[in-house]
């Protein structure tokens, strides 16, 4: 039976009224079909969170209805080992106490600090040091990694990717925790490791449909711009980190203002929209975020380190690239999918950023 997570809004809840709620679900499940398996409830953020296995989303909104009226703001499909991963339970907590009116009260955050790590991609490392260096290279950067996130309560995400996504509870060890993995991968090796990381914090369901989409989509976009082995955290995981206690040293990590992540989040939003549009170019970014195009240029450049072009070009090769490893398009469908006018400038860009051709990256891939 799938499994679904919904998402309550509800300003000023207590623990005790959503076990209570909890109760009333309990009593009606079966008659919808539903097993309501454990909720995280946030007093001071008013959201509530539950994990139930439905035969589909109207189900689980028919239960809460007839149960106590307190209809979910969002629903999604998710994955158990996901939920796991990032929550660390899929169940009520072991240490919930049954109070004496038969209520489980337990008040559990759902808020999570989430870590997007990414190295060097490994096609690029095997084509510039040969293959066996490189897959001993990944295998020590594997290793180091997860065993530093093992010493600071770091829970690793399998989600299937290249990259490394860990879920944090403490916005600070999280950020001591980068900083050991960046102190100990940058002095291994003499090869550039690509090291990229980025940490926001969030709830697991907001905009995207999927579980932490938004907070992984930011923290992503902040560790793509970060320069010089930096670590870039957002403003959200600058103050809880600070509430944490936790010291660390702010030598090598990137803060913005939240005015500059709402641009910097709109900058690539609109990449993602239009990247595929050869059309699409600098005066267009600028109406898209109504602001002139010296205002946008200046500002790209700041935050980025890139003209607004460039970024533009470098997205679409990313793009190009991961394309390549899953596709069995040729090169000149690739070229006019991502957006290049034509497959010889886009060979000559390739070429450029990644020091091959793109058929030698294909065949590599």
Not at 207 to 228: E, R, V, W
Not at 236 to 250: G, P
Not at 252 to 264: F, G, W
Not at 321 to 327: F, L
Request: charged share 25%; proline share 3%; aromatic share 8%.
């Amino acid at each position: 039976m799938p499994l679904y997570m919904d998402m309550h809004i509800l300003p000023g809840v207590k623990a005790r009224d959503v076990a209570q709620a909890h109760l009333q679900d309990l009593v009606i499940q079966d008659k919808h079909g539903c097993n309501c398996m454990t909720y995280w409830v946030d007093e001071k953020r008013g959201t509530v969170f539950c994990l139930i296995e439905a035969p589909g989303k109207e189900a689980v909104s028919e239960m809460h209805g007839k149960a106590h009226g307190l209809i979910p703001n969002k629903i999604i499909e998710v994955n158990s080992s996901l939920v796991e991963s990032f929550l660390g339970r899929i169940n009520d907590p072991e240490n919930a106490i049954m109070s004496v009116d038969g209520l489980k009260v337990f008040s559990d955050e759902s808020f999570r600090t989430i870590m997007v790590i990414r190295l060097r991609d490994p096609v690029l490392l095997q084509h510039q040091i040969g293959k066996e260096k490189a897959n001993g290279l990944l295998r020590s950067q594997h290793y180091i990694i997860q065993k530093e996130l093992g010493s600071y309560e770091g829970s690793e995400v399998k989600h299937g990717g290249t990259d490394y996504i860990a879920s944090f509870v403490s916005a600070g060890k999280a950020v001591n925790c980068a900083l050991s993995i960046r102190e100990i991968l940058t002095g291994m090796s003499q090869e550039n490791t690509g090291l990229q990381i980025g940490i926001h914090a969030g709830e697991p369901l907001m905009n995207q449909d999927k579980l932490f989409g938004d907070t992984i989509h930011f923290a992503t976009i902040l560790g793509s711009i970060t320069k010089d082995g930096q670590i870039a955290i957002s403003s959200v995981v600058k103050d809880l980190a600070s509430k944490d206690h936790i010291r660390y040293d702010e030598k090598h990590i990137a803060k913005l203002s939240p005015q500059d992540e709402n641009y910097l989040l709109m900058l690539f939003n609109t990449l993602e929209e239009r990247w595929q549009d050869p059309d699409f170019d600098m005066g267009d970014l600028g109406k898209q975020l109504t602001m002139s195009n010296s205002q946008v240029y200046r500002k790209t450049l700041a935050l980025t380190g890139q003209s607004p072009n460039n970024l533009l070009r470098d997205f679409r090769l990313e793009r190009a690239k991961e394309m390549m490893k899953r596709s069995t398009s040729n090169i000149t469908q690739i070229t006019f999918e991502t957006g290049f006018s034509s497959p010889s400038y886009f060979t000559k860009c390739f070429k450029k950023k990644y020091e091959m051709l793109p058929m030698e990256y294909m065949e590599m891939a």
